[in-house]
């Protein structure tokens, strides 16, 4: 049973055009969410993370949303550049049941020049 | 580099085989995770250590795994008797906890191949 989806294995946009990455959970204990990304032959790098008390988090060209009601969230790149291209992962937590993330299966991010 | 080192990068092994990974974390980390991840997936949580303590184990951590962070700084996973079922990418993340807003810092992953 996942309880972290992402139901698209990949995703391919133009340079300059925005990216739009999604994750469901079926935790509802869920309250602490992450995305991470992830190049070939490296761990996975943070990208930028949100509690479940915001619904929005920017940092830079990335922008997370939450959206509670619907167990949703979602990873803006705006404007996406060609080293964008990596698997992204979600991740989520339940921090008063303990530390541990559960990551999703991942994105396949291309980035076209 | 004071990131998270993890030794061997790679390694294979013959069914049967013990091998030992280790991990080294940012130096001021307290909490040390280990996690699996094989392709199409995602990381799978193994076991985390809080300084010198092993504080849960997953169901995926069978008999044949054990982990250890003896003086709270570098940890060991070993295998012991290896199954081609084992083969996947092993990677260690340390933290500094306890925190509100946790992060975790991978490191590149130990590749396992048994054969």
């Known amino acids: 049973d996942q309880q972290v989806k992402q139901n698209s294995p990949s995703l391919s946009v133009q340079e300059g055009r925005i990216s739009i990455l999604n994750c469901d959970y079926t935790?509802?204990?869920?309250?602490?969410f992450l995305w991470y990304k992830k190049y070939p032959a490296e761990g996975p790098t943070f990208l930028i993370s949100i509690s479940s008390i915001k619904d929005k988090n920017e940092d830079g060209r990335f922008t997370v949303f939450l959206n509670k009601s619907a167990k949703h969230l979602s990873l803006h790149i705006v404007p996406s550049q060609p080293g964008d291209s990596a698997v992204y992962f979600c991740?989520?937590?339940?921090?008063?049941?303990?530390?541990?993330?559960?990551f999703g299966p991942g994105t396949r991010l291309s980035v076209l020049p | 580099d004071t990131g998270v080192s993890q030794n061997p990068r790679h390694k294979i092994t013959k069914r049967g085989q013990n091998v030992t990974f280790r991990c080294d974390p940012i130096?001021?980390?307290?909490?040390l995770y280990w996690y699996r991840q094989t392709l199409g997936q995602g990381p799978e949580f193994l076991t985390y250590?809080?300084?010198?303590?092993?504080?849960?184990k997953s169901r995926l951590l069978s008999d044949r795994f054990s982990a250890e962070r003896p003086k709270g700084s570098f940890s060991t996973l070993e295998i012991q008797r290896t199954e081609q079922g084992d083969s996947a990418m092993y990677l260690c993340?340390?933290?500094?906890?306890?925190?509100?807003?946790?992060?975790?810092?991978f490191g590149p992953g130990t590749r396992l191949l048994v054969l």
């Open positions: 130096s001021e980390h307290n909490r």
């Open positions: 993340a340390s933290s500094l906890a306890p925190g509100t807003e946790e992060t975790q810092y």
């Open positions: 935790n509802s204990m869920f309250d602490y």
């Open positions: 991740a989520a937590s339940a921090r008063n049941y303990g530390q541990n993330f559960v």
């Open positions: 250590f809080q300084n010198e303590a092993q504080l849960e």
